[in-house]
């Protein structure tokens, strides 16, 4: 079930959303929505709420802060000055019970709402409002039908299994609440998840619970007591689009193909999905919602999949041009290649299915028009981090924000690609000179940012005051795997000179040294840095300059 959450935590959720949306339209359709039965609940006129024939709403219509008229038909509990209210943002709800806080990541498809369990705070609340507590949470997390009405300022049903919940937009003019999600994965290509509850329902203990992976044209479920399903897909934005094209069953166990199937029909309705920070997922649509988490983030090579020569199939869909071939290697800890002009080469890491490169060293041909384009894809999308999925036919997808690369092995051909070595421990200091693709320096004047390791610690001055903690070896890792586990010290962030673009930096920074990462080090002393979504380059310094 849910944890509690400390009261701190989520106050910091909440504030980023409680601002509020401009008043929507009238959303009364003449027909009902298909995404509007959610068992029979009614509103506080006795009005079954599938019969209120909702349309569908956008994130816009919902975007903001309500307060609650009523819960099941009831005012809420007087408080004073304190009221209960919900407010929603892109992919997150939230709001007060009058008691403790709560809030979560939740989807709208449709006129249907699919949320995450609620992480709430501790608070002990006592007799009805202890009973207003448990309904409006439950009711929120139990997919409920949407009515938005064109009264004045907008009125809101929330309707679900065990209620009703009315509620009022409070305020209008502010803009949406930020997403509370940043750091969450974007690409599911090359992911895989353990399924943790289906349809609002949660499956214990840990171990033997189903796992969902995407690769870069197909989905598979397997474990929990069955063989394999799967089928087809391809990702839009935020939306799964789905076709379920092979079900395997092998033994099923109790009521494990139930949810196989269940899982089946949620991806073929087009779902939309959203992800957290700490590796939190849920999908909700055609009546059905899940919530799962990624396995722990053990940073193993896997260079092993990339080994050798590929020919580049196709760049965003689209064979390459160009009067020689597209194609790419890759060693143990570098690359080589050429988009079909000039040809480049790099250091690269390749760990829980990501790609994290050096920016390529290239020969400098003019290279215009389509095959100048072509050549700064594809060096975009290398630098991008990009998501390594399997493709049919021994195919690799390495998927961007913007498209794909496909790679089609060239049998019998040899690829050489540079070889750097992975850091071992040796004190060394690096300047920084790349953060995820980006410079870190725009102008001479602009600081540099410098890295220095030493025997169990790391220290960053980045001109935005310092950055500093330990390291240590991970553990549980194959053998010859080389990874560090991160931790930041306990510090106040930096004031002062610490503002704009370096202020921006700072949160990324703490996301890659607080967790495992890899060090590799070029043959001319370029450094690469990687984590487990973000990136730094740069250069080890000679003992002459430190």
Known sequence: MPRPIPLAALALFLAACATTASPPAARVAAAPAEETTAGDP??????????LRAAPLSDADLAGRWRILSVDGRPPVDLGDRTAYLVFGPGSYGGSTGCNSFGGYGVLVGSRFYASGAMQTAIGCQGALEAQERAIVSILTASPALVLTPDAGGTLTLGSAPGTVVARREAAGAPPPPRPDQGGETLLAGTEWTIGSV??????????????????????ISGGGCGTSGGTWRQAGDRILGLRDAIVSRGCAGDAWALYDTVAELLDAGPRFVTGPNGEILIGGGGHWIT??????????????????????????????????????????????????????????AHRRRLFVT??????MG????????????????????????????????????????????????????????WTG??????????????????MSEPETRLRLTAQRFDID????????????????PAGVSALEFLTDAEPDPEGACAGALAARLPVFKRLFNGPARVLIGASGELLVAGDRHWLGGRVLRPSRR
Request: net charge neutral.
């Open 42 to 51: 009614t509103d506080p006129g006795g009005v079954p709420v599938a019969r």
């Open 199 to 220: 349809d609002g329902a949660w499956r214990m203990p840990r171990e033997g619970r189903p796992i969902l992976r995407f690769e870069a044209d197909r989905w598979t």
């Open 292 to 349: 799962g988490e990624r396995p722990r983030a053990v940073l193993a090579d896997e260079a092993a999949l990339l080994a050798g020569a590929w020919t580049i199939a196709a760049i965003d869909g689209r064979p390459p041009e160009g009067p020689r071939p597209a194609h790419i290697a890759f060693g143990p800890t570098g690359y080589s290649g050429s988009a079909g002009c000039n040809s480049f080469q790099g250091y690269q890491m």
């Open 359 to 364: 920016m390529p060293v290239s020969t400098e």
């Open 367 to 422: 290279c215009g028009g389509t095959l100048g384009a072509q050549e700064r894809r594809v060096t975009a999308l290398l630098a991008a981090a990009p998501r390594i999925a399997l493709g049919e036919r021994g195919e690799i997808a390495l998927v961007d924000e913007a498209g794909s690369l496909r790679l089609r092995r060239a049998e019998g051909a040899d690829g050489w690609a540079p070889e750097g070595r992975l």
């Open 426 to 443: 040796a004190p060394l200091t690096a300047e920084l000179t790349m953060l995820d693709a980006e410079p870190l320096r725009m102008r």
């Open 462 to 477: 980045s001109g935005c005051g310092r950055l500093g903690g330990i390291w240590r070896r991970q553990s549980a890792v």
